[in-house]
Structure formats: structure tokens, C-alpha cells
């Protein structure tokens, strides 16, 4: 009885780990070595190749070659200056707020709507065309400012400028 226990035991441990392989991997903030891989020296940006700060950089990935990266952007001297102040890669599509981005390469500018709000505007990288924003709020649970971070979903599905948070949603 014990053997026939223990042989039972055996086989649905081994389903467990198999089930484990098989389920997609979880996704998590990407290591520095990643992001260095993935984020350009120098991002599209309209007719422009504006450099990136890669210490700023911040991304997630699901540990199967998908990311979802940013960095913010060395505009002084480029027309996109006052335009334009991150890089975004996604490598999967994403929803924020009311508008969806499929996969591919997105820049970000912000302004101030008022004390406790930035309106975050989304733009195709490479024709500038504008696709959509976003209301970032003044987020009081974080307690480390960030000029640009995105958290993985499993933490708080958010993405962080400065004290500031917006919402995303993976695959759009």
C-alpha cells in the first residue's frame, strides 16, 4: 500500500514539473544585461536617431526573448525637445488606457495637467504620428522616484515617471 502510495505520489510530481515547463514563464523586471541588449544607443525618433540614457532604462520581459523596455531620451539640441522625453519598445501589444499599441517601437512626451496629473502622450517612433494619452497620476505608495520605470504585471501593472503611475495591460 505505502509502494503504491509513494509510485502515486511520484507520477503527479512529475505531471506538476512537466505542467511547469510547459506554462508560459512568468513575467519580470529585466536584468541591466537585457535591457542593454534590447534598448538602441540611438532610438528612432521621427527623421532623427535621438541617443538613450541606458541608466534610465527599465523593462519587463516574460524570460522567452519578449520585452517590454523603455529609457528616456538625450533630446537637448533635436527638434523633438519639449516633444518628445522616452523611448518605448514593446514586443508584445500592450493597452493603455482606452487605446491599444500593437507590438513595435513607441515614443512618450509629458506635460503637466496639473500638480497631481501628467498627460502621457503615445506617438509612433518612426512617423511621430500621434496615437494616443494617457492621465498619469501622483502616486503616493511609491516611495522611490524613477525617471522611468515599468513595473511587471505581477507587482502592479504599472508604468512610473517620476512620482507619477499609469496603468498598462499586457497583450493588449
Not at 503527479?12 to 508560459?24: N, R, V
Not at 535591457?35 to 523593462?59: D, K, Y
Not at 537637448?76 to 525637445?81: L, M, Q, T, W
Not at 508584445?92 to 495637467?113: M, R, S
Request: aromatic residues 10%.
Amino acid at each position: 500500500m505505502r509502494r503504491a502510495f509513494a509510485l502515486l505520489l511520484l507520477l503527479c510530481s512529475m505531471g506538476s514539473i512537466a505542467a511547469q515547463e510547459t506554462k508560459p514563464s512568468a513575467w519580470r523586471a529585466a536584468t541591466e544585461p537585457e535591457l542593454a541588449a534590447i534598448i538602441p544607443a540611438r532610438a528612432p525618433v521621427v527623421q532623427e536617431r535621438i541617443e538613450t540614457e541606458l541608466r534610465t532604462a527599465s523593462g519587463i520581459t516574460n524570460g522567452n526573448g519578449r520585452f517590454v523596455a523603455g529609457v528616456v531620451l538625450i533630446t537637448a539640441g533635436y527638434s523633438a525637445e519639449g516633444k518628445y522625453s522616452h523611448y518605448l519598445l514593446a514586443q508584445v501589444p500592450l493597452k493603455i488606457a482606452n487605446f491599444h499599441l500593437p507590438a513595435g517601437q513607441y515614443i512618450l512626451g509629458w506635460t503637466h495637467k496639473d500638480e497631481d496629473t501628467l498627460t502621457v502622450k503615445f506617438y509612433e517612433a518612426i512617423s511621430g504620428k500621434p496615437l494616443g494619452s494617457v492621465d498619469a497620476v501622483r502616486n503616493s505608495s511609491i516611495t522611490r522616484i524613477e525617471s522611468f520605470r515599468i513595473w511587471p504585471p505581477s507587482d502592479r501593472s504599472l508604468i512610473q515617471i517620476g512620482r507619477f503611475t499609469f496603468a498598462y495591460q499586457l497583450g493588449g
